[in-house]
């Protein structure tokens, strides 16, 4: 799982809770038990190299073409 938010990363990885968080907190307590089985593996991103970002967001034209490349949907 590729993360570009590092207080989110480090709200799964660590068993520190937030009072702000509470909305969240089953969500996350999801989470940091499916890491902890090594279901997913949490990794920081850069937000440059968020390519989930692709399907997600408008991007500008150029933008579009750099993560198509990245995930090799180039062609013709």
Do not use: C, W
């Not at 799982?1 to 969500?27: F, P, W, Y």
């Not at 970002?53 to 090799?72: F, M, N, S």
Request: net charge positive.
């Amino acid at each position: 799982m590729m993360i570009d938010n590092q207080a989110a990363l480090k709200q799964i990885t660590s068993e520190a809770s937030s009072g702000r968080a509470k909305h969240v907190d089953i969500k996350i307590k999801f989470l940091r038990d499916y890491a902890e089985r090594g279901v997913v593996l949490p990794t920081y991103v850069g937000t440059a190299d968020m390519l989930a970002d692709l399907l997600t967001k408008a991007l500008p034209g150029e933008r579009v073409l750099q993560l198509r490349e990245k995930i090799g949907l180039t062609g013709k």
